[in-house]
């Protein structure tokens, strides 16, 4: 039973490995080989992919995530979710080019560079969007070969570059991380365009009404979210300094792989818990103890070691300059390790669609960092950032709680049968 469970999984757990075991090794290269300025404009645009990416994602992938399993018509219904996609795709395109023809210097970028930005903007959520799909609908083995292709081209053609020329320009890197997906995105359209039709006009108005009306709620909670998490992160370098601004960057990259992780199990397992939910509410409690058990325990051990070894780890992957800020460290394992103990409450309330409520938490979540973030940070530094952080994470999951008491669900079957 373990084994044929293990043997099912193993394909995630490899795809998993090469997403984001390539993107850390990608982002290692830049950093060496930009230069902090170069790098930093770099994770500006990052930053900026990232919130376009996160308004994808609530109005195209987490609707997709909850009804993918619920519809009959699989084939019609991947025609709308594309032409959302890309539409999604035009209108980002339209923005930027509207901006840099009025003149209003949204980018930190020139001219030279907006179109190698867009092209790697559009492949960079394109490939997402196949990714989360071939998830979401099980095909395993599928986004571990677009994985494999996404790998081997990004790292390959980035070696190239760096063995074989000089050169570091913003535009020749965003030109070869663009490249790199391409073989991953020509194999992924190919797989998802097979055996589609066109969707009636009813199926049309009623796919358009769980992403567009539904997933409202999701959209201002995306984006409610993307400023919550990032305003300690940006006044960090106005309040305390570049110093500090640099060691909690640097602790937060060290979880990139955990919530890469995170959001690789969510996209596995929640059409998995949805179908469950449509059964019986009893039912989906057992999914969420099979599904989650031991995924919570793995990076709990995980964590745990990262807690006791904080100064080794700072030194090893940085360097000693880093090791005073062990303490940032700890204090972010301490955010994680409720991230991850409260993760199922987070994907009951998505199961449920209890979107205005997910909305809900997280704007009080961000009133609490326009509130506290000056004091925080003026009167504790970077600990305060730290203390901000497990501030908001303890508000969200409080007021998840409540909402799911008022709504008469047991959470404590989600842990224990």
């Not at 060496?32 to 300025?37: A, C, I, R, V």
Request: a positive charge; hydrophobic letters at 55%.
């Amino acid at each position: 039973m373990m084994s044929a469970s293990l043997n099912k999984k193993l394909p995630l757990l490899l795809e998993q490995c090469l997403f984001s075991g390539t993107g850390f090794v990608v982002n290692i290269a830049l950093a060496k080989s930009m230069g902090l300025e170069l790098y930093g404009v770099y994770a500006s645009l990052i930053i900026i992919s990232y919130l376009l990416l996160s308004i994808s994602q609530a109005l195209v992938i987490q609707p997709m995530q909850i009804h993918v399993g619920k519809t009959t018509d699989d084939s019609s219904y991947r025609i709308v979710l594309i032409f959302l996609q890309c539409f999604l795709i035009l209108v980002y395109f339209t923005f930027f080019f509207g901006a840099y023809l009025a003149n209003t210097s949204l980018l930190a970028i020139g001219q030279e560079d907006l179109l190698p930005f867009l092209l790697y903007l559009a492949f960079f959520l394109g490939y997402d969007f196949y990714r989360k799909y071939f998830l979401a609908t099980a095909q395993l083995i599928t986004a571990l070969i677009i994985a494999a292709a996404f790998a081997l081209s990004t790292i390959g053609l980035l070696a190239f570059h760096l063995l074989s020329t000089a050169s570091t320009d913003l535009n020749t890197y965003l030109y070869l991380l663009a490249a790199g997906q391409l073989p991953s995105i020509i194999i992924a359209t190919v797989v998802y365009w097979r055996s589609v039709a066109l969707p009636d006009l009813q199926a049309i108005k009623r796919y358009f009404k769980i992403h567009i009306i539904d997933g409202q709620w999701l959209l201002y909670a995306a984006i409610t979210q993307w400023f919550s998490g990032n305003l300690y992160v940006m006044a960090s370098g106005l309040l305390i300094g570049l110093e500090a601004l640099g060691a909690l960057r640097f602790v937060q990259s060290l979880f990139g792989l955990v919530n890469i992780l995170l959001q690789t199990i969510e996209n596995y397992v929640l059409p998995q818990l949805s179908k469950a939910y449509q059964v019986s509410l009893q039912h989906c409690y057992r999914a969420f103890q099979s599904a989650l058990g031991v995924y919570q325990m793995i990076i709990l051990a995980g964590l745990g070691v990262l807690f006791l070894f904080a100064g080794q780890v700072l030194r090893f992957a940085g360097s000693a300059e880093f090791v005073p800020y062990a303490y940032v460290l700890r204090g972010m394992v301490v955010l994680y390790a409720i991230i991850i103990l409260a993760y199922p409450v987070r994907l009951l309330i998505r199961v449920t669609e209890l979107n205005r409520s997910y909305f809900v938490a997280y704007l009080i979540s961000f009133a609490f960092s326009l509130i506290s973030y000056q004091f925080l940070l003026t009167h504790f530094g970077v600990t305060g950032a730290v203390i901000g952080l497990i501030g908001n994470q303890l508000i969200l999951q409080a007021t998840w709680l409540i909402v799911l008491k008022k709504n008469q669900f047991n959470v404590w079957k989600l842990y224990i049968s």
